[in-house]
């Protein structure tokens, strides 16, 4: 298994600021995943971060509104651009591990923006 | 592509009663299925998967569910619930090849409330 914390659990920002949500895992891993979890929604994957290269973003998620850093084997930190209302979400931090498919998560980010 | 259905957004049940939350999906390939439950304000855990073999398994907290390959269905059940699960609880595919990523594809959630 694996142990994931996110900071900050929750937040509450401005329009047009940014936020960085930092993840830590307690082993090292491949990939890591980043999800949008919108309100009364299921789960939406952003992007998909490597070590030593950039990261893989799902159709619908840019680089420029959400840039993601993968420095180690242990550590990814997202952040989310310029934001509006509308980013306001729960962000998911994910590792796979265990056996084939099973996911790993921190237990999110809460971000409001007014 | 995949895609997951959870035909029920919200489940109320009492405490003791037995549930059963629904599941179908649809994929051209293989795929493994996933339960997954988040509580409030945490983030998702896995309840119980499906990889091969029998096509009933257990899961943690006394939960169960049945893949049913013809009906594409894997529906998650407790025979008595405590007021403790109440939770979201998403089913998940992820393909057994490669179709351009092995990507977890999540239904919508179904949120169950437990009533004393």
């Known amino acids: 298994s694996a142990v994931i914390s996110q900071k900050p659990s929750r937040d509450i920002c401005q329009r047009g600021t940014s936020l960085t949500i930092q993840c830590q895992v307690d082993s090292q891993v491949t990939m890591m995943f980043w999800y949008r979890q919108q309100p009364g929604q299921s789960l939406t994957l952003i992007a998909t971060a490597n070590q030593g290269s950039e990261a893989t973003y799902e159709s619908g998620f840019v680089i420029d509104k959400f840039p993601i850093s993968r420095p180690n084997l242990t550590f990814s930190t997202l952040t989310v651009s310029n934001m509006s209302p509308e980013d306001s979400s729960i962000y998911l931090c994910?590792?796979?591990?265990?056996?084939?498919?099973?996911?790993?998560f921190g237990e999110g980010s809460r971000l409001t923006v007014l | 592509a995949q895609s997951v259905t959870q035909l029920d957004s919200q489940v109320p049940v009492f405490e003791e009663a037995p549930v059963e939350l629904r599941c179908n999906y649809s994929s051209s390939v293989s795929v493994y299925l996933f339960w997954y439950v988040q509580y409030p304000n945490q983030g998702l855990q896995l309840l119980l998967k499906?990889?091969?073999?029998?096509?009933l398994v257990k899961g943690i907290n006394g939960f169960e569910a049945e893949f049913n390959k013809s009906q594409t269905s894997f529906h998650l059940r407790k025979p008595s619930v405590h007021i403790s699960d109440t939770a979201e609880y998403f089913c998940a595919v992820i393909p057994t090849i490669n179709t351009g990523g092995f990507k977890t594809i999540f239904g919508a959630g179904t949120r169950l409330f437990v009533k004393a």
């Open positions: 499906y990889l091969s073999g029998s096509t």
């Open positions: 994910s590792v796979e591990g265990g056996e084939v498919g099973e996911l790993f």
